[in-house]
């Protein structure tokens, strides 16, 4: 576009200033090297017409609870609680019991400590392919592969600073699509080997690599599918297999 609109501007402002860039994530304790936590990174947010409607009538209470990013409101999304799970079963416990180590340990909850949360690509979508006149508008590109080619080169080197001063213990990546791009975030040069399983007669796999500047590990995406970690028993190959790696994470 020849003429930025002022939310585009705002947007390109805030996502490649390396001082905000807590402010475009979800939450949590970013840590530090004496003290690490586990990051867990999305691909972005997801953004269905269900949160539209509910972010329409809710109140300053429920307000207040979203920008503390509360438990009881994690639980009531799938990402969250399969994140949940995961991050129990690396803890060492069954992914079952997801519900009790959230409310334990308060991952991504304002004021918690020991896990992050964000997202390669900051915009919320209802789907991945999503792009259309208000996110245009709201950013400046004519299409989502502009944006994602500018936040690679803009916001990734942000992201990677911020690795680089936290060093966290582990790095989570959630979607196999973007294996390269997480990668590049944490500075990994050679493409770990992929460890397939099977659950259920339905293939998976997850991708492991000690290299760069955190340890990261690149799983299928937590919101479900065939080919995602759908199962307690898939989220519990997945974890085993980190730790196996890992240890002692």
């Not at 509360?70 to 639980?75: A, E, K, N």
């Not at 020991?114 to 209802?126: C, D, Q, S, V, W």
């Not at 600073?161 to 997480?182: M, N, Q």
């Amino acid at each position: 576009m020849d003429q930025l609109s002022s939310a585009a501007r705002a947007f390109r402002a805030r996502v490649g200033d390396e001082s905000r860039f807590l402010d475009t994530c979800d939450g949590g304790d970013h840590g530090a090297p004496a003290s690490p936590s586990i990051w867990v990174l999305g691909i972005e947010p997801g953004w269905s017409l269900a949160d539209e409607a509910a972010d329409e009538k809710r109140t300053p209470e429920m307000a207040e609870l979203s920008n503390q990013y509360s438990i009881g409101l994690q639980l009531s999304w799938p990402y969250n609680r399969n994140a949940f799970k995961l991050l129990a079963a690396i803890d060492g416990r069954p992914p079952e019991h997801y519900r009790e180590f959230a409310e334990e340990r308060r991952p991504f909850e304002q004021g918690s400590k020991g896990y992050f949360k964000g997202n390669l690509f900051p915009e919320p979508f209802n789907n991945v392919g999503a792009w259309d006149a208000e996110a245009t508008e709201s950013t400046g590109f004519a299409t989502k592969a502009e944006y994602q080619a500018w936040l690679r080169a803009t916001r990734f080197p942000v992201i990677r600073s911020w690795l680089e001063k936290c060093r966290p213990k582990l790095v989570i990546g959630t979607g196999l699509t973007h294996l390269a791009d997480f990668l590049t975030i944490t500075g990994t040069t050679e493409t770990p080997l992929a460890y397939p399983f099977e659950v259920n007669g339905q293939p998976k796999r997850i991708h492991v690599a000690m290299s760069g500047i955190a340890p990261i590990a690149v799983v299928p995406h937590l919101s479900g599918g065939a080919n995602g970690l759908n199962s307690y028993e898939a989220t519990r190959i997945t974890a085993d297999r980190i730790r196996t790696i890992l240890q002692p994470v």
